[in-house]
């Protein structure tokens, strides 16, 4: 029984270290994407492998992804022991897109272990493994301190995720996403139309709550990603993003991102 520990020991071993000597040999970026079956991690995935900047695209997940591009690891894992999975969190960057509603994960304690225990695990492991930059979708009015539930278990998570001083902590506020969802949540489809014939009505300070594509925040995210590249260095720093600067981060980048 001890020869069989030590052997495992010794093959995970291996295993990290091949992990980190290929991000450290290559010349483009090794990405951790979480959330990469959802409505924008899904886009994110397309962008980041498109991208000559990436090298590798690490995607735990519960599903198979049906894509056999070279640059992608799938690896499927139970969410619920993130830290058996350590050495796939040795990365120079982390797009978190993991979230569900209530309905969907069917109460709120298991909302909550999706939208704030697993992102923020992933970012803790992500932060001992020495990753630089940790790229986070929450929501428009989150806050910690918020009366709803939703909002502020997004507000805690963003809170959270400041002390561990990242050196680039991005986080994307939007409002309801356009989009087709696998799961097809009929009320978000029936609200996210209505949102979007009511953007042109909403300007100035209203403008954050404007819908947007899923496509635009998941192009927003890795546009910034591999515009700040795989040395960051001016942290720790943390930028917010509403509607307005994710729709100029979408289409160009380095007029936000160079100011």
Do not use: W
């Amino acid at each position: 029984m001890g020869l069989a520990v030590k052997i495992m020991e010794s093959q995970k071993g291996q295993k990290v270290q091949s992990i980190a000597e290929k991000r450290d040999q290559s010349t483009g970026m090794t990405v951790l994407l979480m959330g990469a079956t959802g409505l924008i991690g899904r886009h994110c995935l397309e962008h980041l492998l498109a991208s000559p900047r990436i090298d590798r695209v690490i995607a735990p997940t519960r599903r198979t992804i049906n894509n056999r591009n070279q640059k992608l690891r799938n690896i499927l894992i139970d969410f619920d022991n993130l830290d058996e999975h350590e050495e796939l969190f040795q990365v120079d960057a982390i797009i978190c897109c993991l979230g569900t509603t209530i309905k969907q994960a069917g109460s709120r304690s298991a909302f909550r272990k999706v939208d704030f225990q697993y992102a923020l695990e992933t970012a803790q492991l992500g932060r001992s493994k020495k990753a630089k930059a940790f790229y986070l979708v929450t929501a428009i009015g989150a806050d910690a301190k918020s009366p709803f539930f939703y909002s502020r278990v997004k507000g805690e998570l963003e809170a959270k995720l400041r002390q561990l001083e990242y050196d680039s902590l991005s986080i994307y506020q939007p409002s309801l996403l356009i989009g087709d969802r696998e799961d097809k949540r009929r009320s978000e489809y029936f609200f996210a139309k209505v949102a979007s014939m009511a953007n042109p009505l909403l300007s100035g300070g209203l403008s954050k709550y404007s819908a947007i594509k899923a496509e635009s925040v998941a192009k927003a995210m890795v546009n910034e990603c591999i515009f700040n590249g795989k040395d960051v260095t001016h942290g720790p720093r943390v930028n917010t993003y509403d509607h307005g600067d994710m729709i100029k981060l979408a289409s160009r980048p380095e007029d936000v991102l160079s100011s």
